[in-house]
């Protein structure tokens, strides 16, 4: 009983003890901290190099590869668009010159047949004007002949009128030269 | 990072008539399924926040990454963003044959800042408020250099100690110093760890204790919510802090030699 009463005293005095100061301190549970301390680092230090430090490391080398690999991708990609785009660009300069060169060939080709239209209206054209002139010319010398006729006629009847007896021929002779005047 | 009034904090006793904050209450460790005798193999609330942590890891870095994804979801992204911050950092600071350690390094890593970020969930449990965790990672990474050091140098690592740029009468001197700063390490490196952690979660139990007494609990609730971003910081930098440390010691096993 007395040792028991001792022990309870002792146990109570040194939890006061350990309750005033720095529960850190009390050595008496030191060894299950370190022993559960060993279980938790060694437990971490497994999963860290077993498992998540290997993954991690996969991942990111993986993705360092799939990058680099995207880039030089791209960067043929790119070498490719710019020979493309040279190659667009000297088609488009042939496709210009072959273009100007097919103007300029139908530009000759309808100067000539409109030159050869020219020409033949401009034949037509003379030819019509000279067979105009001639009826023109024609239909002048028909009238001057009536004129002339009907100032005849009209000479002859005024002398009749007059009283006159008029020669034809002295008649006809002074009017075309009156005619001519 | 206990919420005030429950069970591992005790805020305000009214039959005492005070305000009574217990800060520190919250780092006690306690079986988890009763009972009052620690042994070495009980589960504690601090097992169950390691495993949490655990857990969390397994699922960020290995559930997280398990589609592969060329293009990453947000859980992939994180893992990726931790495996380039870590290996970048070893990269940089101890060069290629640091890479070595890599696997070794994110555990660190990862086990620290899972863990404060974990403590800062309410209800949760600060696993790196504790010194007997952050002391024997500090002294497993202490191990580790030295160790690493005389296996690749053999006697040459001890030219770390010797600053064979100063004059020679110093030297000895230097030496002395070096020598203690080396053993300095790991105390150094633990307790920044561990008190940084400590401090940001017994000052958010100070001001919630003090969110009890009305006149007081809108700037007791406005400075935990300020604490709360501070400590969201603390948690990765004292993390980074951590890891960068054990790269830059790691780099003296490597190419020791000023």
Redesign the interface.
Known sequence: MATEAVQAAAGAAAEAA??G??????F??????????????V???L???K???P??????S??KN?IERDIAAAEELKAKAVSAEAAYNQALADARAEALRIVGETRAAIQKDLDAATAVADREIAAKSAESEKRIGEIRDQAVAAVTEVAHETAGDIVAALGGTADAAAIKAAVDSRLKG | MPWPGTKGTRVADASSGGVQI?P??Q???HPLFGGHT?????V?N??LW??I??LV??SL??LG?SA???V?GRM?SV??LA??FVRDMIEDVAGKDGMAF???I??IF??IVTCNFLALIPFSFSVM?????TG??AIAVFLTVTITGFIRHGGGFLKLFWVSAAPAPLRPVLAVIELLSYFVRPVSHSIRL?GNM?AGHAVFEVFAGFAVVALISPVSVLAIAGMYALEIIVAFVQAYVFTILTVVYLKDALHPGH
């Open positions: 350990s309750k100061g720095m529960p850190q301190l009390d008496s549970t030191y060894a299950n901290q370190i022993f559960w301390l060993a279980v938790a680092l437990l971490v230090f999963i860290v190099s498992l998540a430090l993954r991690i490391g996969g991942i990111l993986e993705r799939t | 217990h520190m209450e780092f006690t460790i620690l042994h070495w193999y009980t504690t601090q097992t390691m495993a942590a655990v890891i397994f870095l290995v990454t592969r994804a060329m990453p992939q893992g990726e495996y380039n890599f696997p070794y994110v555990t990862m086990f408020a504790q010194f007997a965790i024997v990672m561990g400590m």
